[in-house]
């Protein structure tokens, strides 16, 4: 395994962390409707559980309101039985518990990123220390992994901030 090769294995990750973030904010309630909240419904359909957005058209049509519209007549009662949700308005005290949440998950993303660029380091030390690389690309190296690190941890801190604008605006 090569320098490039740790770099770019070491990224990839760091994507996946961000991607695993971002879709675990969208499970996370701003008091605005979100066709996400949607997401894990099933709904039986011909003896099948199958996740809603197959059988349904998902939309929000305002602020507060999502929209879903079977494809086939029949299906309208399955799905409504299926949702059934009240989505009562959140209070001040909610929304500040849910910003912490988010700054918890943000800090745990960060923490994996971080540990991504510490895997990577090691690797590329135990490269050097086998005489596979030299020291010189090891700190080239380190400067540029430092460098993914931070573009990374930045992308994390602006995917929180947007949260927690949403959450707080009424």
């Not at 990224?11 to 997401?39: C, V, W, Y």
């Not at 602020?63 to 009662?77: D, L, N």
């Not at 090691?122 to 690309?137: F, I, N, P, R």
Request: glycine share 4%.
């Amino acid at each position: 395994m090569t320098i490039a090769d740790i770099k770019k294995t070491m990224e990839s990750k760091m994507d996946q962390s961000i991607q695993a973030f971002t879709h675990g904010l969208t499970k996370i309630r701003t008091g605005r409707a979100n066709p996400g909240l949607l997401d894990s419904v099933q709904v039986d359909y011909y003896g099948n559980l199958t996740p809603l957005t197959q059988v349904a058209n998902v939309s929000l049509l305002d602020a507060r309101t999502i929209s879903v519209q079977p494809w086939e007549k029949g299906m309208g009662a399955k799905i409504e039985k299926a949702i059934r949700v009240p989505m009562p308005p959140m209070t001040e005290e909610r929304r500040k518990e849910l910003t912490k949440v988010v700054r918890s998950d943000g800090e745990n993303a960060k923490v994996a990123i971080r540990n991504l660029r510490r895997d990577a380091n090691d690797a590329v030390k135990k490269l050097v220390k086998d005489k596979l690389a030299s020291e010189d690309e090891q700190k080239r190296s380190e400067a540029e992994v430092q460098k993914i690190t931070d573009k990374h941890i930045a992308d994390v801190d602006k995917l929180i901030a947007a949260k927690e604008q949403d959450i707080m605006s009424v």
